[in-house]
């Protein structure tokens, strides 16, 4: 597949304006400042082709890039306190919306923070990916931020954390070096052709 051709297509805020789903769709969640854009834009090989920013909860829209036959769906960041109840509420019609309109995913990649324990809002995500038995890998971002010792152990508690979902892959992943880039693109590419 190649990564490199990939383009921004649209944003949307309802689930209304949502485009038919007439293409392999690999989506990306996970909290506010997680590290979603930063993870599109190293698989997508450009800078700034997913907006980063370093103020929480910026991205309240679904944004699809488009490139070799799938669209990549960059999903809205939850967990942010100090949202609105309507951003929150447009939050939550945003995603019922993308996931029960019987659209062609073919993988989500879930994204939670090497650093810390899964946050409650990241097992409620995790846990209706498992309801509704939506394929999905686990990339545990910001490894770079971590020792070598922080690492490994933080490697062995998320692994006995999630080991209640059988056999979900966990991949390490820094924006920064590149680790785990390849392992990530090449799982989006055997997804997109199954
Ligand atoms: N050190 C390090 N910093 C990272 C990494 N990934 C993201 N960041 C930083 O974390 C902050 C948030 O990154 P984003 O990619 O914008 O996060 P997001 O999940 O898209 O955030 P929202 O769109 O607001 O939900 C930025 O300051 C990034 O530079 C990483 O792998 N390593
Ligand atoms: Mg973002």
């Given at each position: 597949m190649n990564f490199n051709s990939f383009d921004f297509e649209a944003s949307y805020g309802t689930s209304a304006q949502l485009p038919a789903s007439d293409l392999p769709e690999i989506a990306f969640a996970g909290r506010?400042?997680?590290?979603k854009s930063s993870l599109l834009n190293k698989v997508l090989n450009r800078k700034s082709l997913a907006r980063v920013s370093s103020v929480p909860g910026k991205t309240v829209t679904i944004n699809f890039f488009k490139g070799d036959g799938i669209r990549l769906v960059d999903l809205p960041g939850y967990g942010y306190a100090k949202v609105s109840r309507s951003e929150k509420d447009r939050w939550a019609e945003l995603m019922e919306g993308y996931f029960k309109s019987q659209r062609n995913i073919r993988l989500v990649v879930q994204l939670v923070d090497m650093r810390h324990k899964p946050t409650k809002d990241d097992l409620t995500m995790i846990n209706f990916l498992v309801e509704t038995g939506c394929p999905f890998i686990i990339a545990m971002t910001k490894s770079d931020k971590l020792n070598k010792g922080k690492y490994k152990a933080q490697l062995e508690a998320l692994s006995r954390e999630f080991e209640y979902l059988g056999d979900i892959k966990l991949i390490p992943f820094s924006a920064l070096n590149g680790e785990g880039t390849d392992e990530i693109r090449k799982i989006i590419e055997q997804s997109a052709n199954n």
């Open positions: 506010s400042n997680v590290g």
